[in-house]
């Protein structure tokens, strides 16, 4: 593996893990582009809301429950090519 691919790897494994360990409500565009298709697609059904510029959140423990099924059972529904993720992006997610 690359250094490139660990530390990409190493920056999705911490912002799933964040989100376990300390799910807060959040808008769906903060969610990393590489991981959004998969939450979306784990979103089918449940309730979003939107926030006062009308733009789509996604509930705390909606998230959790994501990561929790991405990091503990099924693993993404698609690969990641790790060459491709913008590990500085996916730091300043943890952040927000």
Same mark, same amino acid.
């Given at each position: ?6 530390? $990409? *790897?190493?920056? %999705?494994? $911490?912002?799933?893990?964040?989100l376990l360990l300390a799910p807060q409500d959040r808008? %769906?565009? @903060?969610?990393?582009?590489? #991981?959004?298709a998969d939450l979306e697609s784990f979103l089918h ?6 926030d006062a510029a009308d733009k789509p959140v996604v *509930?705390?423990?909606? #998230? ?9 059972? @099924?693993?993404? @529904? *698609? ?11 996916? $730091?300043?997610?943890? $952040?927000?």
């Open positions: 593996m690359t250094t490139h691919n660990q530390a $990409a *790897y190493d920056a %999705l494994r $911490a912002y799933l893990t964040h808008p %769906l565009d @903060t969610v990393p582009s590489p #991981l959004r059904g449940k309730t979003l809301y939107h *509930y705390g423990h909606d #998230l959790a429950a994501w990561a929790h099924q991405v990091v503990h059972l @099924t693993g993404l @529904t *698609y690969p990641i090519e790790l060459a491709t993720v913008d590990v500085i992006n996916l $730091a300043s997610a943890l $952040a927000a």
